[in-house]
T-cell receptor, first 109, second 114 residues
Framework: GQNIDQPTEMTATEGAIVQINCTYQ??????LFWYQQHAGEAPTFLSY??LDGLEEKGRFSSFLSRSKGYSYLLLKELQMKDSASYLC??????????WGAGTKLIIKP | SQTIHQWPATLVQPVGSPLSLECTVE??????LYWYRQAAGRGLQLLFY??????ISSEVPQNLSASRPQDRQFILSSKKLLLSDSGFYLC?????????????FGEGSRLTVL
C-alpha cells in the first residue's frame, strides 16, 4: 500500500530552527509537496521537490532523497505565526496526491 | 488573479438529511477540481475530482456524489447524511492539464452530523 509518515507533533522555540521529516512509500513518484495549514483553515502550498537536493525559499527549505524515500522541511528563524500543521504529500504514478496526516508544530516564546 | 470560494463555512445537519456544498473558481478556465475530506489526525482524503464539465471521478465509494454543472462550479451532495460524514470538506483547483500537486484550496466547510 501507499504510506506517508510524519511526526504527529513537534515543539520548538521562537527564533530557533526546526526540521520536520517525512518518509514515503508510494507506487511511483512524481514529486513531493509541503503544505502549511493553520488551525481551522485550508492548506496553502509551500514547496515542491521532484529532484534530489535542497530547495530554499526564504526561511523555509525542503529537501528530498528519492532513493531513501525521505524529505524534510526546514524552518529557520521561527516566528509565532509558524505555529501550524505541515502536510507532506507525494504525487504517485497516476499523479494523484497521497497525503500524510500532518505534523502539528507548536512554537513557544 | 484566481480565486476559489466554497460555502457554507459551517453547518450542523441531522442524520438522514440532505447535503449540498458548493464551490466556484474565478479567474481561470477549465480547471481541475477536487473535493477532499479531512478527518482529525488523518491525511486529506480525495473524494472526487473532475477534469471537465460532466466528468467526475470518484475515489471512495460512499453516500456522497459530486457534479460539475458549469466549468468553474463543483458541487458535493448527499441524499442522506451519516454520522461518519462529519468532517472538514475542502474544495480545491489546479491548473488545467497540469500534472502537479500545486492545489489551491477553498476556505473549507465544517460539517457536523448529529
Amino acid at each position: 500500500g501507499q504510506n506517508i509518515d510524519q511526526p504527529t507533533e513537534m515543539t520548538a522555540t521562537e527564533g530557533a530552527i526546526v526540521q520536520i521529516n517525512c518518509t514515503y512509500q508510494t507506487s511511483g513518484f512524481n514529486g513531493l509537496f509541503w503544505y502549511q495549514q493553520h488551525a481551522g483553515e485550508a492548506p496553502t502550498f509551500l514547496s515542491y521537490n521532484v529532484l534530489d537536493g535542497l530547495e530554499e525559499k526564504g526561511r523555509f527549505s525542503s529537501f528530498l532523497s528519492r532513493s531513501k524515500g525521505y524529505s524534510y522541511l526546514l524552518l529557520k528563524e521561527l516566528q509565532m505565526k509558524d505555529s501550524a500543521s505541515y502536510l507532506c504529500a507525494v504525487s504517485d504514478s497516476n499523479y494523484q496526491l497521497i497525503w500524510g496526516a500532518g505534523t502539528k508544530l507548536i512554537i513557544k516564546p | 488573479s484566481q480565486t476559489i470560494h466554497q460555502w457554507p463555512a459551517t453547518l450542523v445537519q441531522p442524520v438522514g438529511s440532505p447535503l449540498s456544498l458548493e464551490c466556484t473558481v474565478e479567474g481561470t478556465s477549465n480547471p481541475n477540481l477536487y473535493w477532499y475530506r479531512q478527518a482529525a489526525g488523518r491525511g486529506l482524503q480525495l473524494l472526487f475530482y473532475s477534469v471537465g464539465i460532466g466528468q467526475i471521478s470518484s475515489e471512495v465509494p460512499q453516500n456522497l456524489s459530486a457534479s460539475r454543472p458549469q466549468d468553474r462550479q463543483f458541487i458535493l451532495s448527499s441524499k442522506k447524511l451519516l454520522l461518519s460524514d462529519s468532517g472538514f470538506y475542502l474544495c480545491a483547483w489546479s491548473a488545467p492539464g497540469a500534472h502537479t500537486g500545486e492545489l489551491f484550496f477553498g476556505e473549507g466547510s465544517r460539517l457536523t452530523v448529529l
